[in-house]
């Protein structure tokens, strides 16, 4: 279905088009009016008028059909256009009866590759793996949802120099006592320990160094003790995964590793397109306009010099596997922004090797930090990975305590606790602009004031217990926006597929939070001002259950998108 913008922009159009053939009327959601048209200015700079004159003979000529109330004129030529309650209440009532509330479908369906989360083998995730994580989950089911097909993939780090150190240090520690502490996700403490030896111990260095030329050799016991190490750091991801409620499937995880049988041929790629350049026996593309310091050109380094393979060369096999066997039209890259230049230069030898091209396009969707309460990088006390597991575990003890103070309305408290606090700790993070660092601040996630997940999922789960008290639930009945409270919410209502087409344009959910909050807000003014179960007399009341029912399914479809549940009671 159009949405209210689409209309306006339709209506709007002919007259522009009078003028300059195309010429585009900027049309802005604005504090000033319902909408704003901002166009008129430079198309009267383009025809040599004085603006306002532009302005009248626009507005002379466009036929509204019913959608505006009023138009006027204001400062250099802008138009202040408000929306006839007619257009808003066909609006609603439209949205009402799509599943999608509004949101249509993408003109072409693409196949969309999601590279988030990414943890690595035998180290702890850390609160980066979680921003990754919560953002590519909600792009993924926001992705879906408008209709493109969504391939999730878990790139961890499960190849490389340290697994040489790592078996030798699970064959020291004999199998089974391994696995133990691996199974109860004391990962970063197996990490430590192999280390340490292998800094402080020449023998054990050397037995870690022969046992990656047995791993990389395909020895067969090597790999065995290898997927021991894999499996066990992947059942503690998904149990993470799990608690969070994300939608990465083991079958999503295509690791590093993944990719070994294909380097030859990227060296072949590479290699035909004239592209390879050996820098002191390592295997080198320059792409143009990365230097260093010193202005010199910067390599990205496909093999090096022992002829083994890193982390840039599996991701160029990854994007040309991605392009040519998944069909891929798009590839997001959803990694902490330090990355940036990684995979700016992969792009670009991609492109240069003709994987990448005007049909496929791959973006890197950095974010910013996760700091804790001193603004330094959030670490424990003496300075150590945070455990994901814990930290979500603590956030479900704080929420319950919040529930209690609260005397929670649910009999389920361990269940809306849980909601409640991934709900929090998800909002918190999507809710910033996904480039920026932000604090992680218990008591600020987990308010039910302000802008935080518990609130919208409390004024979600209130619209739901006016439903649960009311004697006759809302069945379509006719809306009448009498009040300005019932007006300012039927706007935001119907701008849920903006919303939408914002964090699309900018891949960042954070337009969706926004849009959230303020709808949350409207919905706790109008409930403020206009009774809903006590209203007036029975059209009243049914067009209020009317705009409640919307509300809340707004809501919770909203949250559903963020990958935050949307608990019926609290
Ligand atoms: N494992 C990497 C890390 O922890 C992230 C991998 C991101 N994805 C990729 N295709 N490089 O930093």
Same mark, same amino acid.
């Given at each position: 279905?159009?949405?209210?913008?689409?209309?306006?922009?339709?209506?709007?159009?002919?007259?522009?088009?009078?003028?300059?053939?195309?010429?585009?009327?900027?049309?802005?959601?604005?504090?000033?009016?319902?909408?704003?048209?901002?166009?008129?200015?430079?198309?009267?700079?383009?025809?040599?008028?004085?603006?306002?004159?532009?302005?009248?003979?626009?507005?002379?000529?466009?036929?509204?059909?019913?959608?505006?109330?009023?138009?006027?004129?204001?400062?250099?030529? !802008?138009?202040?256009?408000?929306?006839?309650?007619?257009?808003?209440?066909?609006?609603?009532?439209?949205?009402?009866?799509?599943?999608?509330?509004?949101?249509?479908?993408?003109?072409?369906?693409?196949?969309?590759?999601?590279?988030?989360?990414?943890?690595?083998?035998?180290?702890?995730?850390?609160?980066?793996?979680?921003?990754?994580?919560?953002?590519?989950?909600?792009?993924?089911?926001?992705?879906?949802?408008?209709?493109?097909?969504?391939?999730?993939?878990?790139?961890?780090?499960?190849?490389?120099?340290?697994?040489?150190?790592?078996?030798?240090?699970?064959?020291?520690?004999?199998?089974?006592?391994?696995?133990?502490?691996?199974?109860?996700?004391?990962?970063?403490?197996?990490?430590?320990?192999?280390?340490?030896?292998?800094?402080?111990?020449?023998?054990?260095?050397?037995?870690?160094?022969?046992?990656?030329?047995?791993?990389?050799?395909?020895?067969?016991?090597?790999?065995?003790?290898?997927?021991?190490?894999?499996?066990?750091?992947?059942?503690?991801?998904?149990?993470?995964?799990?608690?969070?409620?994300?939608?990465?499937?083991?079958?999503?995880?295509?690791?590093?590793?993944?990719?070994?049988?294909?380097?030859?041929?990227?060296?072949?790629?590479?290699?035909?397109?004239?592209?390879?350049?050996?820098?002191?026996?390592?295997?080198?593309?320059?792409?143009?306009?990365?230097?260093?310091?010193?202005?010199?050109?910067?390599?990205?380094?496909?093999?090096?010099?022992?002829?083994?393979?890193?982390?840039?060369?599996?991701?160029?096999?990854?994007?040309?596997?991605?392009?040519?066997?998944?069909?891929?039209?798009?590839?997001?890259?959803?990694?902490?922004?330090?990355?940036?230049?990684?995979?700016?230069?992969? !792009?670009?030898?991609?492109?240069?090797?003709?994987?990448?091209?005007?049909?496929?396009?791959?973006?890197?969707?950095?974010?910013?930090?996760?700091?804790?309460?001193?603004?330094?990088?959030?670490?424990?006390?003496?300075?150590?990975?945070?455990?994901?597991?814990?930290?979500?575990?603590?956030?479900?003890?704080?929420?319950?305590?919040?529930?209690?103070?609260?005397?929670?309305?649910?009999?389920?408290?361990?269940?809306?606790?849980?909601?409640?606090?991934?709900?929090?700790?998800?909002?918190?993070?999507?809710?910033?602009?996904?480039?920026?660092?932000?604090?992680?601040?218990?008591?600020?996630?987990?308010?039910?004031?302000?802008?935080?997940?518990?609130?919208?999922?409390?004024?979600?789960?209130?619209?739901?217990?006016?439903?649960?008290?009311?004697?006759?639930?809302?069945?379509?009945?006719?809306?009448?926006?009498?009040?300005?409270?019932?007006?300012?919410?039927?706007?935001?209502?119907?701008?849920?597929?903006?919303?939408?087409?914002?964090?699309?344009?900018?891949?960042?959910?954070?337009?969706?939070?926004?849009?959230?909050?303020?709808?949350?807000?409207?919905?706790?003014?109008?409930?403020?001002?206009?009774?809903?179960?006590?209203?007036?007399?029975?059209?009243?009341?049914?067009?209020?259950?009317?705009?409640?029912?919307?509300?809340?399914?707004?809501?919770?479809?909203?949250?559903?998108?963020?990958?935050?549940?949307?608990?019926?009671?609290?």
């Amino acid at each position: 279905m159009a949405t209210l913008a689409e209309k306006l922009f339709d209506s709007l159009t002919p007259g522009f088009d009078r003028l300059e053939q195309g010429a585009d009327p900027v049309l802005r959601r604005s504090d000033h009016a319902d909408f704003q048209v901002n166009g008129v200015m430079g198309l009267a700079k383009r025809l040599g008028r004085p603006p306002r004159d532009v302005a009248q003979e626009i507005v002379d000529h466009v036929d509204f059909q019913g959608l505006v109330d009023s138009v006027e004129i204001a400062g250099p030529g !802008f138009l202040n256009l408000t929306v006839s309650d007619e257009a808003l209440i066909s609006q609603l009532e439209e949205m009402g009866a799509d599943e999608a509330l509004g949101v249509s479908a993408a003109e072409k369906a693409q196949v969309v590759v999601v590279d988030y989360s990414a943890p690595n083998v035998a180290k702890e995730m850390h609160v980066g793996h979680l921003r990754s994580t919560v953002i590519g989950d909600s792009l993924c089911r926001i992705l879906e949802f408008v209709g493109h097909q969504v391939l999730r993939r878990n790139h961890i780090g499960d190849w490389g120099t340290p697994f040489g150190m790592l078996i030798e240090h699970l064959v020291d520690l004999g199998e089974d006592n391994a696995v133990a502490n691996l199974s109860v996700g004391d990962l970063d403490g197996f990490y430590r320990e192999a280390r340490g030896k292998f800094d402080a111990d020449d023998t054990f260095k050397e037995r870690s160094r022969s046992r990656v030329v047995l791993l990389q050799g395909g020895d067969e016991e090597t790999l065995r003790l290898w997927r021991v190490l894999v499996a066990e750091s992947i059942h503690y991801f998904d149990a993470v995964y799990e608690e969070l409620g994300v939608g990465l499937r083991e079958t999503d995880v295509v690791g590093e590793s993944a990719y070994n049988d294909m380097l030859d041929d990227v060296v072949a790629d590479l290699e035909a397109a004239g592209l390879l350049v050996d820098s002191d026996g390592a295997l080198c593309v320059f792409p143009e306009g990365f230097v260093n310091r010193d202005g010199e050109p910067l390599p990205l380094i496909v093999r090096k010099s022992d002829e083994g393979y890193g982390y840039a060369a599996t991701d160029l096999a990854a994007i040309r596997d991605r392009v040519s066997h998944l069909n891929a039209d798009r590839i997001l890259y959803v990694v902490g922004a330090p990355q940036s230049q990684h995979f700016e230069m992969c !792009f670009a030898v991609a492109t240069m090797a003709g994987w990448l091209n005007e049909h496929t396009q791959a973006t890197h969707v950095a974010f910013g930090n996760v700091l804790g309460p001193d603004r330094k990088m959030f670490k424990t006390r003496d300075g150590g990975t945070v455990k994901l597991k814990g930290l979500l575990d603590e956030g479900t003890l704080r929420a319950r305590s919040a529930l209690e103070e609260r005397g929670a309305e649910a009999s389920d408290t361990d269940v809306i606790a849980h909601q409640l606090a991934m709900g929090a700790i998800k909002f918190a993070d999507l809710s910033t602009d996904r480039q920026r660092d932000y604090v992680f601040d218990w008591d600020r996630m987990l308010a039910f004031e302000g802008d935080t997940g518990p609130y919208l999922q409390y004024a979600h789960a209130r619209i739901r217990s006016i439903f649960r008290r009311a004697d006759s639930l809302p069945s379509g009945g006719k809306i009448t926006l009498t009040e300005p409270a019932e007006r300012d919410l039927a706007r935001q209502l119907v701008a849920f597929p903006e919303a939408i087409e914002n964090s699309l344009e900018t891949l960042s959910p954070s337009k969706l939070c926004t849009y959230l909050f303020t709808l949350a807000q409207q919905f706790t003014s109008f409930y403020e001002f206009c009774p809903v179960l006590k209203a007036p007399d029975e059209a009243t009341k049914a067009s209020r259950l009317e705009l409640c029912e919307l509300t809340a399914s707004t809501l919770r479809t909203g949250l559903g998108l963020l990958g935050i549940e949307a608990p019926e009671r609290m």
